[in-house]
């Protein structure tokens, strides 16, 4: 999946560079990702932090993003006993 040549979806190849695009409020994920490489990377940071803080989150939610992060959230209630 081609974003803008030099990463893929969730932030990859380069994964460092990924994790610091995630940061708030750093525009490159929200105006270079493509919606499924955004989806990607918000359910992945999501994993990790408790609000994520996304820059654009609002601006970029779509149902696609919506049905992965409930499936997300289900999963992890099915592995936590919840």
């Not at 929200?30 to 408790?50: G, I, L, P, Q």
């Not at 820059?55 to 997300?72: C, E, F, I, K, T």
Request: aromatic share 6%; glycine share 14%; net charge positive.
């Amino acid at each position: 999946m081609r974003v803008d040549g030099t990463t893929g979806a969730g932030g990859r190849p380069s994964e460092e560079a990924g994790v610091r695009s995630r940061r708030p409020p750093h525009p490159y994920p929200r105006e270079s990702f493509v919606e499924d490489a955004w989806n990607h990377m918000v359910v992945k940071a999501s994993s990790w932090a408790r609000h994520s803080g996304h820059s654009g989150l609002d601006q970029r939610g779509n149902p696609g993003l919506a049905r992965m992060l409930v499936d997300w959230r289900q999963e992890r209630g099915r592995r936590n006993g919840l």
